[in-house]
């Protein structure tokens, strides 16, 4: 809900990014970015109550982090760099982060974890730390990927790379990356690595 909000104010219309800023969310990214924390939430039912309700947190803390990072980060308009490259990239570009995105992705980490703490009327500051922590690193991991493996256009006449295969003028020339590999499967696959590397960090910790 915060993250659909935040995208109504900002209201993107960058040719750079498949981000549906301000537009109505289709079925496979409400899925990419809230199916965990369901099946999370059943698993609750069956396995470890707490562990699992903390991890379903984490991760709708993972998707929150992404997108405010994402959507503020386009707004403000910053120096973007690729995360992986360390080299310039256009805003909103898939891999690119910016100071200003980076600190909305810390806040809107911070503030699932503090849904958390007022859903359990908890004071456990160290459950506040892992959720904020886990969903800050679940949106660098998604960062990575969307440098390493998501799919990219080259539009040679404009001289930009694109998330999408139609940018300014026509089709693409030239792609990078994994053709299925859509911001919306990376954002389902970040969090699918984060939140097993969470649940494995909990089980063999105990």
Do not use: C, H, P
Not at 65 to 70: G, H, L, P, Q
Not at 79 to 96: A, E, M, P
């Amino acid at each position: 809900m915060s993250s659909a909000f935040i995208g109504r104010i900002y209201r993107n219309t960058n040719e750079n990014t498949d981000s549906k800023s301000g537009a109505a969310r289709d079925e496979f990214q409400v899925f990419a970015n809230g199916g965990i924390f369901i099946l999370l939430i059943i698993l609750s039912n069956f396995l470890d109550e707490s562990t699992y309700y903390l991890a379903a947190f984490a991760s709708i803390a993972i998707s929150t982090a992404d997108t405010w990072s994402s959507e503020i980060g386009m707004g403000f308009r910053g120096k973007t760099i690729d995360i992986v490259r360390w080299k310039k990239v256009q805003s909103g570009l898939s891999g690119g982060i910016s100071f200003g995105g980076t600190l909305a992705g810390l806040a809107g980490a911070m503030t699932i974890a503090g849904v958390y703490l007022l859903v359990f009327t908890s004071t456990d500051i160290s459950s506040f730390l892992l959720i904020t922590g886990v969903g800050f690193t679940g949106m660098l991991v998604d960062s990575i990927l969307g440098s390493l493996v998501q799919v990219k256009f080259f539009n040679e006449k404009n001289a930009v790379w694109s998330d999408k295969n139609v940018i300014y003028t026509g089709k693409a020339s030239a792609m990078k990356g994994i053709i299925w590999m859509t911001n919306d499967m990376v954002n389902l696959l970040s969090n699918v690595i984060t939140i097993v590397g969470l649940l494995a960090l909990i089980t063999f910790s105990k």
